[in-house]
């Protein structure tokens, strides 16, 4: 059973547009909801994160927007530029899983100057 | 500070033959993850050490040893490689507190023939 799923699998945007990627999950014990930033060749780095408090977290271009009662959550990537263009993960850890990353299967964003 | 490192970057093994993968962190942290990366199939966790001395399993792993060396020091070993162990191959650390942020390495990108 997948703990979180991730959509979509790839994401074509136009240099300046908004790009937005979704993750829906199952348990409602975990409590903190990290989104990963990963360029070719590299290992993934942490972008911004948000725990359930909160319904929206901003950090420049890039918001979380998070629905508690729908289980989802979402990276919105604001004014979207060429060096954007990157793989992203969203992951999910808590309850019985604390100190363990559960990661969505990753959306492949490329946007075109 | 050098941050998470593994060795090697690169790795082409026959089916059958065994080796062993190398990650070493110093930033002191605690808690330390083996994950492998498939297209389509995010990152998903092979085995982790919360603390020097323990290891556990994570999601996959079938295949695959770990050693907690000392603190710094994490390293998977596969004893007869698969080719379905073609893989790219992240280690991590997390230190304790409140931030959860997890550190990558760079990756060893694993073939097996």
């Known amino acids: 059973q997948q703990q979180v799923k991730q959509s979509p699998q790839s994401l074509i945007v136009q240099k300046g547009g908004i790009s937005i990627i979704n993750c829906a999950y199952e348990?409602?014990?975990?409590?903190?909801f990290p989104w990963y930033q990963q360029f070719p060749g590299k290992g993934p780095a942490l972008l911004i994160a948000?725990?359930?408090?909160?319904s929206e977290k901003k950090e420049g271009r890039f918001t979380i927007s998070f629905n508690k009662s729908a289980k989802q959550f979402s990276l919105h990537i604001m004014d979207s530029q060429p060096g954007d263009s990157a793989t992203y993960f969203c992951?999910?850890?808590?309850?019985?899983?604390?100190?363990?990353?559960?990661f969505g299967q990753g959306t492949i964003l490329t946007v075109h100057p | 500070n050098a941050g998470v490192t593994q060795t090697p970057k690169f790795q082409v093994l026959k089916t059958g033959q065994s080796m062993t993968l190398q990650c070493a962190q110093d930033?002191?942290?605690?808690?330390m993850y083996w994950y492998r990366q498939d297209p389509g199939m995010g990152l998903r966790l092979i085995y982790y050490?919360?603390?020097?001395?323990?290891?556990d399993k994570g999601e996959v792993p079938n295949g695959y040893n770990v050693s907690r060396l000392n603190k710094r020091e994490f390293s998977l070993r596969l004893e007869s490689a698969a080719p379905s162990q073609t893989s790219v191959y992240f280690c991590?650390?997390?230190?304790?507190?409140?931030?959860?942020?997890?550190?990558f390495g760079p990756g060893t990108r694993l073939t097996v023939t």
């Open positions: 991590a650390s997390r230190g304790a507190g409140v931030t959860y942020e997890q550190y």
């Open positions: 992951a999910v850890e808590g309850g019985t899983s604390y100190g363990k990353l559960t």
């Open positions: 348990n409602t014990a975990f409590d903190y």
């Open positions: 050490s919360a603390s020097e001395g323990t290891t």
């Open positions: 948000i725990r359930p408090d909160v």
């Open positions: 930033m002191n942290h605690n808690s």
